[in-house]
């Protein structure tokens, strides 16, 4: 069976960091990007963040950039999202998703937020989600 789990989620207070794992089961991670999304209550899924195949660039949303690092572990079939300085409005279910980037040409930073958009709806697959509370 060929499916992404995230795990790391959890309770911390604000200012505090948490580190979330996206693990790929069937299906090795290196020929697709992944992206992190997150869903906070009453609101809409957003792209937090995006790592690109084959040369791993990344980007981030406005409110992530400089607390939030994305990377990736091909050994581990891994991916992951450190976020430090942990603010209320972080909490969420963050979920991990994956899109097969079938060129495997490198895609110019100009195009990472597009294709953090598109994998909104065209993702190959999505996880199950990991909740994330930031409270004090």
């Known amino acids: 069976e060929q499916l992404v789990v995230e795990s790391g989620g959890g309770l911390v207070q604000p200012g505090g960091s948490l580190r979330l794992s996206c693990v790929a089961s069937g299906f090795t991670l290196d020929r697709y990007h992944i992206a992190w999304f997150r869903q906070a209550p009453g609101k809409e899924r957003e792209g937090v963040s995006i790592?690109?195949?084959?040369?791993?660039?990344?980007y981030y949303i406005d409110s992530a950039k400089g607390r939030f690092t994305i990377s990736r572990d091909n050994a581990k079939n891994t991916v992951y999202l450190q976020m430090n300085a942990l603010k209320p409005e972080d909490t969420a279910v963050y979920y991990c998703?994956?899109?097969?980037?079938?060129?495997?040409?490198?895609?110019?930073?100009?195009?990472?937020?597009?294709?953090?958009?598109?994998?909104?709806?065209?993702?190959?697959?999505w996880g199950q989600g990991t909740r994330v509370t930031v409270s004090a």
């Open positions: 998703a994956a899109v097969l980037h079938r060129r495997q040409a490198s895609l110019p930073p100009e195009q990472l937020p597009v294709v953090l958009f598109d994998m909104k709806t065209q993702s190959d697959y």
């Open positions: 790592i690109s195949s084959p040369d791993s660039r990344t």
